[in-house]
């Protein structure tokens, strides 16, 4: 582990040409075809025009040019004007709530990403858990341009969220949002400081595509559950920051993308606020995070269908493990879970999903299904990581 006990941080020096963008792996890389945003060394410049990065990739590698976006003059019609309108008053308000979470390395800057300020009189900015690596302090840009020294009171690498706290004042707090009310198509808006571009937050605009998708890692302790899918574009550097609907609520903390075998595929995944609301508001209390446990082994229950298909209509009950809530509540081997706190569970990894809401020692509502007939318990969670 590196020492980060170096106070105050040395920042780096004002530049006229800044160098190259760098991406960095993060530190716990997911696998797959997912990649988490990461971050990128500050660097690349912004003109209208063309954009041209030099991506270095690791430091052996020889510099390969591309280009990676093209600036278009919008004709704004009574068509998309209020699309237009949203996108601008949700900026002017967001903003101010996004920084820059810088990683040091002794007074070399190494990589930074994104953060949110969800609490402005204490100074907590969310960020996600690979941004910050193992640092204990890192360095926070405000949108205008203010620097301080953050300290990482905790992380959750499960949900791959952290907190890090601020002295500063006037601080602009985001106003929390739901994903609940949400459905597929509405406006989705991404604001975070992508491949390190100095000048403020970037503000990009999409949809939500979809709900409590699994992103997959390379291990199945790195997979990520209950994901918001969205279109809204976002890329290395972007990691920690916010995901907010057409009212800059946030809904939720942009975290990785859909990379393809010719790259990003344009489509992002960001952790839903109640699963962060949960998480941080336990690493603030304690330092760190625990997750509600049923203690069970179960899988995907189908259901034949009458035109000869089938459909998955919750989770099977295969084994429980000792001392499981699950079975000091009464459920048993051969039940079917059908709802959690009133929610719908048609599949192991929705199951999952649901859980991720709630901490050890929560009590909840769980309905099975047992030989035909519904069957509601109570029961409190166990603590997965004690499992």
Known sequence: MRDHQRLPITWPEPIETLPPTQALPPSKPRGGWLLPLGAGVLGASLAMGTVLVTDLGRSSDPPVERITEIVRTEIVTPENISASSTAAAVALRVVPSVVTVEVFDGPALTSSGSGVIVDAEEGYVVTNEHVIDDSTTVGIVLA???????????????????????????????????????????????????????????????????????????????????????????TSGSSGGALVDSLGRLIGITTAVGVGELGPEGLGFATPVEVMNRVTAEIIATGSSGHGFLGILGTTQLAAQPDGGQAPIGVLVSELLEGSSAGISGIEAGDVITTVDGRLVTTMEGLVSKLRRFGPGDSVDVEVQRDGSPLRVRLELGDRINQ
Do not use: C, H, K, W
Not at 152 to 180: K, N
């Open 144 to 234: 205008d341009g203010r620097r301080y020294e953050g300290e990482v009171l905790g992380r959750d690498a499960l949900t791959d969220l952290a907190v890090v706290r601020i002295d500063a004042d006037a601080l602009v707090e985001i106003e929390r949002g739901s994903t609940d009310g949400l459905a597929v198509g509405d406006v989705a808006i991404a604001i975070g400081n992508p491949l390190g571009l100095r000048g403020g937050p970037t503000v990009t605009v999409g949809v939500v595509s979809a709900f409590d998708r699994l992103v997959e890692g390379s291990t199945a302790e790195q997979d990520l559950y209950g994901m918001v899918q969205t279109d809204a574009p976002f």
